[in-house]
């Protein structure tokens, strides 16, 4: 996956936006928080998306993948695909949609609605 097919996809997630921070990484947040970050890869293209408990323990044993450097040391669940063969294009794109709903999940009920990221009961009068 090239950084633009990273931005591309990324892009199609609900409420998600997109800055460029920290040493001009390709970040991506739904509302305030970042749930996927496009650099950082020691000259290498790098993705690091945050996962369950049980994928960080799979994730980071193999080749390709390892605990996200600065987030993972902080103990964070944060994973980041940085060589081959890591993940495939498809994979990757299945764990960038379960970061962006982990993270969505952390927002208040009310910031979700906001968002769009959750459907309200109807009224019954």
């Known amino acids: 996956m090239t950084y633009d097919d990273f ?19 390709d970040v991506w947040k739904v509302g305030p928080k970042v749930f996927a970050i496009g650099g950082w890869g020691d000259g290498q293209p ?10 960080y323990e799979v994730l980071r044993q193999q080749p390709g993948l390892r605990p996200a450097p600065y987030l993972a040391s902080r103990g964070f669940t944060w994973i980041q695909h940085y060589a081959e063969p890591g993940l495939s294009e498809d994979e990757l794109k299945l764990y960038l949609a379960e970061s962006h709903r982990i993270v969505s999940l952390g927002l208040s009920k009310k910031k979700q609605r906001e968002l769009g990221l959750i459907q309200t009961e109807p009224r019954r009068d």
């Open 46 to 55: 790098a993705y690091t998306f945050k996962v369950s408990e049980l994928s």
């Open 7 to 25: 931005n591309a996809y990324c892009a199609t997630l609900k409420a998600s936006n997109h800055v460029v921070q920290w040493h001009g990484a």
